[in-house]
C-alpha cells in the first residue's frame, strides 16, 4: 500500500527491482492499469504471469512524473490492448466457423429468429448482473426497477423461442444451438437458464473483456486528440512563421518604394541614365567607325602583299628561264669545240 502511494523513494530506498519506469523492461500498460495478465487473472481465459515487470512502486512514480512531462505511454498501451482484442476477435471468427460447420443450417428466416432468442437472454442476464451489483452496493430501490426490466424481457423471451419453436421441425428443435459471445468468445446456449446466463454477463471474464475494451477505446480518443493537438500546434507555428515572414518582406519592399518615389533621386537617375546611354551610343559609332577603318586598312594591306608576292615569282621564274638559255647556249658552244 505505502509503494502504491509514495513509490519508490519511500523511507529513502529504492524499488526492489532497482529500474526506473522508463526502463523497458517495464510494463507500460501495467502503469495505466490495464495490463491483460492482471485484468484476466483467475478466470479461463487465465494468461499467467506478465514477461514484463509489474510494480505498484513504479506505478506511483509513473503517476506524478506523468503531471509535469508527457511519456506518450498511451501510445504503446494502445498497440499492446490493441493487439490483444485482434487475437481475441481472430479466435472468435474462428468458434462462429465452427460452430457453422458443426450445426446445421438454418434458414434466414428462421436464424432471424433464433437471433432474437439470444439477444433476449443476453439482456436478461446483464440486467440480472447489474441487480445484483446494485443490490450489493445497497442501492436496493434501483436493484427492484431493474429486475423489473428483467421480467419484461424475460416475457418478451418466451414469446420469441414459441415463434421459434413453431419455425423449427421438432427434431432439429431438440438440439442445442450455440453462439459465439461477440465480447469474450465465450460459448452461449439457447437452453441455458437465467442463472447461467447472470453468471456469465456477470463474471470477472465478460466484466473483464468490456474493460479492455472501454480501455482500448478511451486510449485511441486520447490518442487522436492529441495527434489532433500536435497538428494544430505545428500548423500554428508555421503560420506564425509565415506572418513574420510577409513582414519583412513588407518592410523591404515598402523601403524599396520610398526609394523610387523620391523626386530628386529618380530625375537624377534619369540623368544619370540617359548620360550613360548618350556616352555608350558615341563609344559604340567611334568602335564602329575604327573597326571598319582596320578592316579596309587590313584588306588593302593583305592586296598589296599579295600583288608583291606574285612579282617576285615572276621575276624568279623569268631569271630561271634565262639562266637555262644561257646554259644551253654554251653547252652548244662546247660540243662545237670539241668537233672542230
Known amino acids: 500500500m505505502l509503494d502504491q502511494l509514495m513509490g519508490t523513494g519511500r523511507d529513502g530506498e529504492n524499488n526492489k527491482f532497482k529500474v526506473h519506469f522508463t526502463d523497458p523492461r517495464v510494463c507500460k500498460s501495467f502503469l495505466l492499469a490495464c495490463c491483460p495478465h492482471d485484468i484476466l487473472a483467475a478466470t479461463r481465459m487465465d494468461l499467467g504471469e506478465c514477461p514484463k515487470l509489474h510494480d505498484l512502486a513504479l506505478r506511483a512514480d509513473y503517476e506524478n512524473a506523468k503531471k509535469t512531462k508527457d511519456y506518450y505511454y498511451d501510445v504503446d498501451a494502445m498497440d499492446h490492448l490493441q493487439n490483444f482484442i485482434n487475437e481475441c476477435d481472430r479466435r472468435t471468427e474462428q468458434a462462429k466457423r465452427r460452430l457453422a460447420e458443426t450445426q446445421e443450417e438454418l434458414s434466414a428466416e428462421v436464424a432471424a429468429k433464433l437471433q432474437r432468442v439470444h439477444e433476449l437472454a443476453e439482456q436478461i442476464g446483464k440486467q440480472l448482473a447489474l441487480a445484483e451489483k446494485l443490490g450489493a452496493e445497497g442501492n436496493v430501490e434501483e436493484s427492484m426497477k431493474t429486475l423489473e426490466e428483467v421480467e419484461k424481457f424475460k416475457m418478451q423471451k418466451v414469446l420469441a423461442e414459441q415463434e421459434y419453436r413453431n419455425s423449427m421441425p421438432a427434431s432439429s428443435y431438440q438440439q442445442q444451438k450455440l453462439r459465439v459471445c461477440e465480447v469474450c468468445s465465450a460459448y452461449l446456449g439457447i ?150
Open 191 to 340: 437452453y441455458d437458464n437465467d442463472r447461467r446466463l447472470a453468471d456469465h454477463f456477470g463474471g470477472k471474464l465478460h466484466l473483464g473483456f468490456i474493460a479492455i475494451r472501454e480501455k482500448l477505446k478511451e486510449l485511441k480518443a486520447e490518442v487522436n486528440e492529441k495527434r489532433q493537438k500536435g497538428r494544430m500546434e505545428r500548423d500554428r507555428d508555421y503560420l506564425k512563421e509565415r506572418e513574420e515572414r510577409n513582414k519583412e518582406w513588407n518592410k523591404s519592399d515598402s523601403s524599396r518604394s520610398r526609394r523610387h518615389r523620391s523626386p530628386s533621386s529618380s530625375r537624377h537617375r534619369h540623368r544619370s541614365r540617359s548620360e550613360e546611354h548618350k556616352k555608350r551610343s558615341k563609344h559604340r559609332r567611334r568602335s564602329t567607325s575604327r573597326e571598319r577603318h582596320r578592316s579596309r586598312d587590313g584588306r588593302s594591306h593583305r592586296r598589296e602583299r599579295s600583288r608583291d608576292r606574285k612579282d617576285k615569282i615572276k621575276r624568279y621564274y623569268f631569271s630561271v628561264f634565262l639562266l637555262n638559255g644561257l646554259l644551253r647556249s654554251c653547252a652548244i658552244f662546247f660540243i662545237f669545240d670539241l668537233i672542230d
